[in-house]
């Protein structure tokens, strides 16, 4: 359900100096929307100095651990994380989606793969949730963690990492890279990207070992990694990714499109069907996106970045076509049956039927 549901917030916690975990309290009325699966992230909404912000955070906790909680890195100027890590406080209630997000895979416990991650900063938060479902739920599985950070003390989750390498020492290696820390191996100095990536499985990796990669991190850095792993072989296919930086430029609000105009009539009537619901409107084909034209009509479609990033927005094209200028979260498999960012989707036929409750 594409709705926001108010959840208190149980407690807030220094994690790194500029880093917070939050930890709600999910009543047992709403455990079955707020079941999650690892990797998954959930989009806070609240209002800042009059201003609606909404933003996503990845579930930083593994399904079986018994609490709902996301970790917030205070971002220079940033909205959201700034308020966050200066005022949120244990008994405020934020308005919570369920989760949601494809960065995950089916963990098996008959299974026996090699899984790798390579996160920089807060991009640890779904990985750490990775790493704890898979060595938990696959016996016979091992994961290796190369974690980018300037220096020791930005490592969020230092001591609850540590704690999983104890537990699970055969099958957990963990590698921390350091930008601005003098690291003894060499190889593990510098920067978390896709020429580092290539170090790593020239030397220390072997690309055929691997069975399914999960990079996360802002969208430079994850760019390059994916790039290398494929150069070394690693198939697309077997490559998770998650974008926490947005690109720049669609912050900022649409007034209209460069894009060649849509052929045919200048408008279209747009049918949605969500939450089991169909309405039909007509909107302007080259003006605003579909998220941004139901808004206008008074429909709240679920988004949170409008940068095509963190894919809320996901939903089906069932009849009639769009042209979606942008696309960071998708993966190919999900365009090729139809899906798309309706936050970054125009439409280009006459007719378009959108659907927000398939699945598949
Ligand atoms: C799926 C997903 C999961 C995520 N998970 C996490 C997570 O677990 N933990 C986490 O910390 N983050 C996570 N993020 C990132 C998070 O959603 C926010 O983007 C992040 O916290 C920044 O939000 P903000 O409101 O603080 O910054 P914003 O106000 O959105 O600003 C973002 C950046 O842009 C700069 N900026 C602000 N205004 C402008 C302007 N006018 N022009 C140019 N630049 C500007 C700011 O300085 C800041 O550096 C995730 C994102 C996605 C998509
Ligand atoms: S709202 Fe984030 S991708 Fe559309």
């Not at 605003?288 to 709240?300: K, M, N």
Request: charged share 25%; hydrophobic share 40%.
């Amino acid at each position: 359900m594409s709705r926001f549901y108010p959840l208190t917030v149980a407690s807030v916690a220094k994690n790194t100096r500029d880093a917070v975990v939050v930890t709600f309290d999910v009543p047992p009325s709403l455990e079955p929307a707020f079941r999650f699966r690892p990797g998954q992230y959930l989009t806070l909404r609240t209002t800042v100095n009059g201003e609606e912000l909404r933003r996503s955070y990845s579930i930083c906790a593994a399904p079986g651990d018994g609490h709902l909680r996301v970790a917030i890195k205070r971002l220079n100027d940033g909205a959201f994380s700034t308020w966050a890590n200066a005022e949120l406080e244990r008994g405020d209630v934020l308005e919570v989606m369920p989760p949601d997000g494809h960065f995950t895979v089916d963990f098996d416990p008959a299974a026996q793969r090699h899984y790798v991650a390579f996160a920089v900063g807060s991009g640890i938060t779904p990985i750490l949730s990775l790493v704890k479902a898979a060595l938990e739920t696959e016996p016979d599985s091992r994961f290796t963690l190369f974690y980018g950070n300037r220096s020791s003390s930005a490592v969020l989750f230092r001591e609850e990492i540590e704690d999983l390498k104890n537990r699970f020492m055969a099958r957990f290696s963990l590698i921390h890279i350091m930008s601005r820390e003098q690291l003894d191996i060499d190889l593990f100095n510098g920067r978390l990207d896709g020429a580092k990536v290539r170090e790593l499985l020239g030397s220390w990796l072997q690309p055929s070992s691997i069975d399914y990669a999960f990079v996360c991190g802002p969208q430079d850095m994850t760019e390059s990694v994916i790039a290398a792993l494929q150069e070394n072989g690693v198939p697309k296919s077997q490559i998770k990714f998650e974008l926490f930086g947005s690109p720049p430029g669609p912050r900022a609000l649409r007034t209209g499109r460069d894009a060649p105009q849509a052929p045919g009539a200048q408008t279209c009537e747009l049918t949605i069907v969500q939450d089991g619901v169909t309405r039909t409107i007509t909107i302007e084909k080259n003006k605003d996106s579909l998220v941004d034209s139901a808004l206008a009509h008074g429909i709240e479609l679920p988004y949170s970045c409008k940068g095509g990033v963190c894919s809320t927005c996901r939903c089906k094209v069932v009849q009639g076509e769009v042209d979606m200028d942008a696309n960071f979260a998708l993966e190919d498999y999900e365009v090729a049956r139809g899906f798309i960012l309706s936050c970054q989707s125009f439409p280009v036929s006459d007719t378009l039927t959108i659907d927000f409750d398939q699945e598949t």
